[in-house]
């Protein structure tokens, strides 16, 4: 199994390496070129199409495990194919809907981001098709397999109406993850370092519940994000755009609702582990809301407020801001999946942890004329 998602990691960044090399050289025949404005840190135009070769990168494995996966089920190859690998098969083959719905939903998240990068769109109507996608999501994953992209599914039994709430949850945390991810998308590097560190942790949570399928996801989209990254990290030589990061968000939202947390020999707490990886973002993005809601301003209108831009006005460059982040992302994240493990007291101070990073942050981060 080691080979087999080694061959996934690497097609993933290889696909990823190349598809951004490419990407650079068509974004001005496309009309994708990012020009300096005032809400820009960049000094020149720069191509924004990197999200395709994100998707590239983690849509192209997935099709092809899609389309060649019922192949394994040939007698002959089930004599070569070593036992560990003809074990899964079974299991691949169960998720091979449920992985069907998935490639269609990043899919159509993004395209909806290429057309915000190609021409603007509108705050509500994005909104709106962030709804709608993951809406298709959930409501796709009941047909593949019931409960199959929906938290809290134990208020399916617990009264009526459980399962509608439950849909409704879900719908809202891949709504916000995707755009936590895309707020986070204001610095060179910023939002693809800030997802591969995501990404690693829910590996390793992945990795200990032997969810070999959720592994294999994971390794395409840490692949795809690290192949994106080498031309990403400041100095960028492209952007992402919003065609890369909501399907960064996107994707990894419904990676955390079918990860298990909470199985045989684990503590009901191991549920909040999303929470306690994705705190950063998930900072960022509330902080920044509520920033624009008190200061009058509609919660889509972007400014220079983020996290990242503060730490600029404080002093460090553009790499150091990014550099800080990834290292407050890390140590706020590297204990979550150690939540399935730990006792009570285990999980409070992991807890406390991060809240005491956040907090810190926040303390630091309002130092002087911090806003604008």
């Known amino acids: 199994m080691l080979i087999f998602g080694l061959v ?3 097609a993933a960044l290889g696909l990823s390496t190349m598809g951004t090399a490419i990407a650079v050289r068509l974004a001005p025949r496309l009309g994708m070129m990012d020009q300096p404005g005032q809400r820009k840190v960049h000094l020149s135009a720069k191509p924004r199409n990197g999200g395709m070769a994100i998707f590239c ?6 099709l092809a495990a899609i389309i060649f996966t019922p192949l394994l089920e ?9 036992r560990s690998v003809t074990l899964e098969i079974p299991g691949l ?10 490639f269609f939903c990043t899919a159509a998240i993004h395209l909806l981001g290429l057309l915000d990068d190609r021409r603007p769109l509108a705050a509500v109507p994005k909104l709106v098709g962030q709804i709608v996608i993951a809406a298709a999501l959930v409501i ?3 047909f593949a397999a019931p409960g199959g992209f929906r938290i809290f599914t134990l208020l399916d039994h617990l009264f009526r109406g459980g399962i509608i709430i439950s849909g409704i949850a879900t719908i809202l945390w891949i709504v916000i993850l ?10 060179d590097g910023l939002s693809a370092g800030v997802a591969l560190i995501c990404g690693l942790m829910f590996f390793l949570a992945a990795l200990h519940a032997g969810q070999w399928f959720i592994c294999g996801l994971l390794l395409l989209y840490l692949g795809a ?15 992402m755009g919003d065609g890369g990061s909501m399907v960064l968000g996107f994707f990894l939202a419904a990676l955390t609702i079918r990860t298990t947390y909470y199985h045989s020999g684990s503590k009901w707490w191991a549920i909040f582990m999303p929470l306690i990886v994705t705190a950063v973002p998930l900072y960022d993005f509330f902080v920044i809301i509520a920033i624009r809601l008190w200061r009058h301003r509609s919660p889509m209108q972007g400014d220079v407020n983020h996290f990242s831009h503060r730490l600029t006005r404080h002093g460090f460059t553009q790499r150091g801001a990014v550099l800080v982040i990834y290292a407050v ?7 979550a999946p150690l939540l399935a493990l730990t006792n009570n007291a285990g999980a409070i101070l992991i807890a406390t942890q991060c809240a005491a990073i956040l907090v810190i942050v926040g303390i630091l981060e309002r130092v002087g004329d911090h806003l604008v």
Do not use: C, K
């Open 329 to 335: 992302t890390l140590a706020s994240g590297i204990s």
């Open 74 to 82: 040939q007698p002959w190859l089930t004599h070569v194919l070593p």
């Open 57 to 62: 990168g983690i849509g192209l494995p997935l």
């Open 8 to 10: 996934l990691f690497v």
């Open 225 to 239: 994000t690290l192949g994106f990254l080498f031309y990403n990290f400041p100095p960028a030589a492209i952007f």
């Open 93 to 102: 083959l169960a998720h091979r809907a449920l992985a069907l719905v998935l």
């Open 140 to 142: 796709g994953g009941e």
């Open 178 to 187: 995707t755009n936590a991810f895309n707020f986070m998308d204001n610095m």
